[in-house]
């Protein structure tokens, strides 16, 4: 398979608000300027020096939507969302 040009992935919004009604999502860890699904939400934007990153971000006490970017990195994200999870966190 070809390598994409992006590992920037919006998630489809019908998706997304079905799991939203059950989870009640509180931040956007992955997100871009343009495709945030919360009002909080951690950046993927590298031209934002303000945005935080959410790798680097603190996630306790929040129920986490994650659509991380794809390829190398993606280790990394799984790696968080489970050490959230094993620290009784939601995501």
């Not at 919360?38 to 929040?62: E, V």
């Not at 993606?74 to 969302?81: C, F, G, R, T």
Request: proline share 7%; aromatic share 10%.
């Amino acid at each position: 398979m070809p390598p994409s040009k992006t590992d920037d992935w919006a998630t489809p919004k019908d998706l997304w608000h079905k799991l939203n009604q059950m989870h009640s999502f509180d931040v956007d860890a992955a997100a871009s300027q343009s495709n945030h699904l919360c009002a909080s939400w951690y950046g993927l934007d590298h031209d934002n020096p303000n945005r935080r990153d959410g790798l680097k971000a603190d996630w306790d006490g929040r129920s986490m939507w994650i659509n991380p970017p794809y390829g190398r990195i993606i280790a990394e994200w799984v790696k968080a969302a489970q050490k959230h999870a094993d620290g009784g966190g939601q995501l």
